[in-house]
């Protein structure tokens, strides 16, 4: 089955899913054992884990609102070294109360993932912060409306090398997630490394545990 994607690619072409993913109900989203599954504009709870899941209205427009966002994180991090060749990402692991982990599958597959931690690159030449820039990458991705908490690790991936920091959610709605992701995940630790086992992210799964 082949289903559009409800937000267009970024050169306003529809996005076709050859195979889309499939929601959860929403009791999982209630039980912190379960692996709960949101896809684009799929019915979600109201709240979860004290915090409201509603779209975020405001979103920064430009880079100097995503750097008004980043400021206010207070920690302390290592200076990023990038590999000769490489382009320069961010990321960020998301934690839940209940300690669940937020996930992504990317839309198709792409770059070889079926479930990965939301990143994204810097444009060359780009003027935005690793945090900012993966605040910024977070929403596109998820959806959701985050604070960066701290460093978790960095990652030298196929294309790119990767900072990754630790942040929680503040708001926002997964099922608002734009044409870059398929579907959105909220998974126990414990099913963490079954679910994102792309080579790449052992070092995500290895600075978590």
Avoid at 95 to 106: F, H, L, Y
Wanted: hydrophobic share 35%.
């Amino acid at each position: 089955m082949t289903t559009l994607h409800p937000h267009k690619d970024d050169h306003g072409q529809p996005v076709k899913l050859t195979s889309p993913s499939t929601p959860s109900d929403l009791s999982a989203w209630a039980d912190a054992s379960r692996h709960a599954t949101a896809i684009p504009q799929s019915p979600m709870p109201a709240m979860l884990n004290g915090i409201a899941v509603m779209s975020w209205q405001d979103p920064p427009n430009d880079n100097a609102g995503w750097e008004r966002l980043s400021a206010s994180s207070d920690f302390s991090e290592p200076a990023f070294k990038a590999f000769t060749g490489k382009k320069t990402s961010s990321g960020v692991v998301v934690v839940e109360p209940d300690g669940r982990i937020w996930v992504v599958s990317p839309s198709n597959q792409f770059g070889g993932y079926t479930n990965t931690f939301p990143k994204g690159t810097l444009s060359p030449g780009e003027k935005l912060s690793l945090r900012a820039n993966a605040i910024k990458e977070t929403f596109e991705e998820t959806g959701l409306k985050i604070e960066l908490t701290g460093f978790l690790a960095d990652s030298d991936r196929s294309t790119s090398t990767t900072r990754y920091y630790l942040g929680r959610r503040v708001g926002g709605n997964p099922a608002d997630m734009g044409w870059e992701t398929q579907a959105v995940h909220l998974v126990p630790r414990a099913l963490l490394p079954a679910v994102a086992n792309h080579k790449n992210d052992q070092v995500i799964l290895a600075g978590l545990a």
